[in-house]
């Protein structure tokens, strides 16, 4: 049986780009993919749908509406991928009883805030330009991951390189769990 996976998109959700087409295609054969619209999540108007509007209304209480929902939602341990907000909503909802397995989280926002980090591995990619990276002093305090991406900006998730990198460490790790016992 294949592992849960569950995707938070960034606040765009599948309106902005179809790199979310590329993750699925290489992981949907080996993983239970469940997507979640991370904008939806928060319950976002999209009616001015520009970057300073999403970002705003997300800060402003949007991420405690994700993470309530999110909470709500999903009961059974998963594996997580998300990307930007998606991040940092599933960052704070493990840390208030979100089941995860892992979480692997490609440019969250202002994690460099949280005090807390999840009870669960944890892996974050940064790309190089990011502002509000968090210290590996910070990384150490809560137990994650970080690797920081030469030449890239928080959309680096959408690049293909990125993807493939993602999407490669992703299988390669729950095929080393799935042969572990043999």
């Known amino acids: 049986m294949a592992e849960r996976l569950v995707i938070l998109s960034d606040l765009w959700g599948p309106r902005k780009g179809l790199w979310i087409t590329s993750y699925l295609g290489y992981l949907q054969q080996y993983f239970d993919i469940t997507y979640h619209d991370t904008s939806q999540l928060a319950d976002l108007d999209l009616s001015h749908p ?19 929902n999110l909470l709500s939602r999903e009961v059974q341990p998963a594996h997580y991928l998300t990307f930007c907000a998606g991040g940092t909503v599933v960052w704070k909802a493990i840390t208030e009883g979100l089941p995860a397995k892992s979480l692997y989280a490609i ?4 994690l460099h805030r949280e005090a807390d980090g999840p009870d669960c591995p944890s892996k974050i990619l940064y ?37 493939q990198k993602v ?6 790790e729950s095929l080393r769990k799935q042969y572990q016992g043999l």
Do not use: H
Request: glycine share 8%.
């Open 127 to 163: 790309g190089e330009y990011m502002e509000d990276k968090p210290s590996q002093k910070w990384a150490a305090r809560t137990g994650t991951a970080i690797e920081v991406i030469p030449r890239f900006g928080r959309e680096m998730y959408s690049d293909e390189k990125v993807i």
């Open 107 to 110: 440019s969250p926002m202002n």
């Open 167 to 172: 999407c490669q460490e992703l299988l390669e």
């Open 50 to 68: 520009t970057a300073q509007a999403l970002t705003a209304a997300f800060v402003d209480g949007g991420s405690e509406r994700a993470v309530k």
